[in-house]
Nanobody, 119 residues
Framework: QVQLVESGGGLVQPGGSLRLSCAAS????????MEWYRQAPGKQRELVAS???????NYVDSVKGRFTISRDNAKNTVYLQMNSLKPEDTAVYYC?????????????WGQGTQVTVSS
């Protein structure tokens, strides 16, 4: 079965850093675009960063210059390096794998990992 397992979340002070990891199994990892979403309490889920199968990254404006998404196909893992963290980055962060075809799409989600940025 398909599994996406996030790790690396936790409590960090403003200005600090965290690296999130998402390990995938049960999919041909190299054909999927990988994404990081986040959802804060009372807010809609937001796409934070994505990376294509050929390793082209994209970011929401609010994290540009601070976050870096990367992937290691040999380890079936996608990472989100988060630097200069702000309280508004506090959210549950979710990993997503997405394979878009001409007529359909395959999309899988992890269970999420909590990131809290607070003094």
């Amino acid at each position: 079965q398909v599994q996406l397992v996030e790790s690396g979340g936790g409590l960090v002070q403003p200005g600090g850093s965290l690296r999130l990891s998402c390990a995938a199994s049960g999919i041909i990892f190299s054909v999927y675009a990988m994404e990081w979403y986040r959802q804060a309490p009372g807010k809609q889920r937001e796409l934070v960063a994505s990376i294509t199968r050929d390793e082209r990254p994209n970011y929401v404006d609010s994290v540009k210059g601070r976050f870096t998404i990367s992937r290691d196909n040999a380890k079936n893992t996608v990472y989100l390096q988060m630097n200069s963290l702000k309280p508004e980055d506090t959210a549950v962060y979710y990993c997503s794998a997405r394979w878009v075809l001409i007529k359909n799409e395959y999309n899988y989600w992890g269970q999420g990992t909590q990131v809290t940025v607070s003094s």
